[in-house]
């Protein structure tokens, strides 16, 4: 478990490293590893935010 949890770690901090160094000029490879790392946080982000406007507007109704 924890060798899954540095694996996610190292993969999070190396995302972050390529999006700062795409927005100096980085290489192309590095733009395109800083896009898909904006794209999962996005995801990530509408995901977030779709599931907490399902908990706040469901509110609870039990069928008896």
């Given at each position: 478990m924890?060798v899954?949890?540095?694996?996610?770690?190292?993969l999070?901090?190396?995302?972050?490293?390529?999006?700062?160094?795409?927005e100096?000029?980085?290489?192309?490879?590095?733009r395109?590893?800083a896009?898909?790392?904006?794209g999962a946080?996005?995801?990530?982000?509408?995901?977030?935010?779709?599931r907490?406007?399902?908990?706040?507007?469901?509110?609870?109704?039990?069928?008896?």
């Amino acid at each position: 478990m924890i060798v899954l949890l540095l694996g996610v770690l190292v993969l999070v901090i190396g995302g972050c490293v390529c999006v700062v160094w795409a927005e100096r000029g980085g290489p192309r490879w590095a733009r395109i590893v800083a896009a898909l790392t904006r794209g999962a946080g996005e995801l990530l982000s509408s995901a977030q935010k779709s599931r907490s406007r399902n908990r706040s507007g469901s509110g609870d109704t039990d069928d008896d």
